[in-house]
């Protein structure tokens, strides 16, 4: 065998073995296996320096990051430097963070829910309302600057769970001729007990109430009102209760 040849065989056996090991290097962690199994959604890696790897990825609606080590281990938390600054945070959320918002915006723009504004306002919220919910009747008052300006849209995604009539009177708005007015209605007569309660529920209205549950519990929300926006930046937040006056104007911005 000829040096030259025992040359080019070094070479291709090098290259396989170099190959094998890059493979094995950027293989898929088990331990992220084992961590979707409790709960937590791997979005996607990203680079950092030194020799751990880094993914991004949701824990319910919480954006966390994922690091792990040679040893395949992992750590779930915050990576700080020398001042105990936070390094990844906005990379974690601009992978994590942004899909899952929008993908919570979609089912909102799908849900059944009732328009509280001008077509065409320039600003959209969605918020999830309950007929019977003090705190909803004084986010619908304190929002009347900026809908009745033409400013913002607030498109009410309405559930039944405070009180027993609850859905009864959200139904009586589903299934008035006109939503918007009954809902008007409610509110503005909220101090005298509100709209009157449906006598019948339609099936069609019962599943979509129902819906309207489940996908305000799957957006993380526990009561009402449970806003949800997008902020100056475009990203979409979530706010749960009553909005305090600075908090208004993050929501629905300027008067």
Request: proline share 5%; hydrophobic share 35%; glycine share 8%.
């Given at each position: 065998m000829t040096t030259k040849f025992k040359l080019r065989i070094f070479c291709v056996i090098t290259f396989l073995l170099s190959t094998t090991v890059a493979a094995q290097n950027n293989a898929r962690p088990a331990v992220l296996k084992s961590?979707?199994?409790?709960?937590?959604?791997v979005v996607q890696e990203f680079e950092i320096p030194g020799d751990m790897r880094a993914f991004a990825g949701t824990a319910g609606m919480r954006p966390v990051a994922?690091?792990?080590?040679?040893?395949?281990?992992?750590?779930?938390?915050?990576r700080v430097d020398s001042k105990a600054k936070a390094l990844d945070e906005a990379q974690v959320e601009e992978l994590a963070l942004k899909p899952m918002g929008e993908r919570m915006w979609e089912q909102l723009q799908v849900s059944t829910w009732i328009q509280d504004g001008h077509v065409g306002a320039p600003?959209?919220?969605?918020?999830?309302?309950?007929?019977?919910?003090?705190?909803?009747n004084r986010f619908w008052q304190a929002a009347r600057p900026w809908v009745d300006s033409g400013k913002v849209q607030i498109r009410h995604i309405m559930v039944g769970i405070i009180k027993e009539d609850s859905a009864s009177?959200?139904?009586?708005?589903?299934?008035?001729a006109n939503p918007a007015a009954a809902l008007k209605k409610n509110e503005s007569n909220y101090s005298k007990g509100g709209i009157k309660p449906a006598t019948h529920?339609?099936?069609k209205t019962r599943k979509a109430l129902g819906e309207n549950q489940i996908l305000m519990a799957r957006s993380g929300f526990t009561?009402?009102?449970?806003?949800?926006?997008?902020?100056?930046?475009g990203?979409?937040?979530?706010?749960?209760?009553?909005p305090t006056e600075a908090q208004m104007t993050a929501i629905l911005g300027p008067k």
């Open positions: 961590l979707e199994d409790e709960g937590i959604k994922i690091y792990v080590s040679k040893d395949g281990t992992a750590i779930i938390g915050t600003k959209l919220v969605f918020t999830f309302s309950d007929p019977n919910c003090p705190y909803c009177k959200a139904a009586a708005m589903l299934q008035s529920i339609s099936d009561g009402t009102p449970a806003v949800v926006y997008r902020d100056d930046k990203m979409v937040q979530r706010h749960n209760g009553l």
